[in-house]
């Protein structure tokens, strides 16, 4: 069974600009989350998406946005990017309900400049 | 709100001696635990969970973790430490909403794991 994955895995941005991140789950699981990995503040939520609805959010200005489409795969946009979004972003897939465990992608290093 | 502790930034071993890396929740009502890895570069692995079945896990690698409720505490132990052990470790819990877990997790600081030949 393949894992998460996520696209692109590395991408290099000019401060100002939008990107959008992206994440395909593994097959049959239904729940997809991101967290943002950075040196100073570690493993932060930004939010879960359940059935295309978000489920949860975590405490990330507006700029940060996600979706969820009815294959399950979940795109993520940030918006006028700044230096301090420079991180890695991972998504996590989980079957939900009573499996809770959530199985992480590779990641996307974002580098804003 | 809910935390989690992880006691050391920086844990170093010998290859071969046991690994015991640090791990304390903060909530009445005890969430799923979890213990992940990183490799540089790479993203999360599962190494084992705990969702109120066995308080003795048993994980990938070898590695096991102990949930003591009395002590608010999951540490995360091997007895025998491998070069391939070397990366970063991360405890984690969900995050409670009355009693019930919902599917954000709640991530600790990490602990750097060296292991010395």
């Known amino acids: 069974k393949a894992g998460v994955t996520q696209t692109p895995r590395y991408l290099i941005k000019t401060r100002g600009q939008q990107v959008t991140l992206s994440c395909s789950p593994i097959?049959?699981?239904?729940?997809v989350s991101w967290y943002q990995q950075t040196p100073g503040q570690g493993l932060q939520f930004l939010f879960e998406?359940?059935?295309?609805?978000?489920?949860n959010k975590g405490n990330f200005p507006g700029r940060f946005s996600g979706r969820q489409f009815s294959n399950s795969r979940s795109e993520m946009n940030v918006s006028t990017l700044e230096l301090g979004d420079s991180a890695l972003y991972l998504c996590a897939s989980s079957l939900s309900g009573g499996r809770p465990e959530a199985f992480f992608g590779q990641g996307t290093r974002l580098t804003v400049v | 709100a809910q935390s989690v502790t992880q006691l050391g930034s920086h844990v170093s071993v010998s290859e071969g001696a046991l690994v015991l890396l640090r791990c304390n929740y903060s909530s009445s009502v005890p969430p799923y635990l979890f213990w992940y890895v990183q490799y540089p570069n790479q993203g999360l692995q599962l190494l084992l969970k705990?969702?109120?079945?066995?308080?003795l896990v048993k994980g990938i690698n070898g590695f096991e973790a102990e949930f003591k409720k009395s002590e608010t505490s999951f540490h995360l132990t091997k007895p025998s430490a491998h070069m391939s052990d070397a990366a970063e470790y991360f405890c984690?819990?969900?995050?409670?909403?009355?009693?019930?877990?919902?599917?954000?997790?709640?991530f600790g600081q990490g602990t750097t794991l060296q292991v010395k030949p």
């Open positions: 097959s049959g699981h239904r729940s």
């Open positions: 705990y969702t109120s079945a066995a308080t």
């Open positions: 984690a819990v969900t995050q409670l909403r009355g009693s019930s877990n919902t599917g954000k997790l709640i």
């Open positions: 998406y359940f059935s295309e609805t978000q489920r």
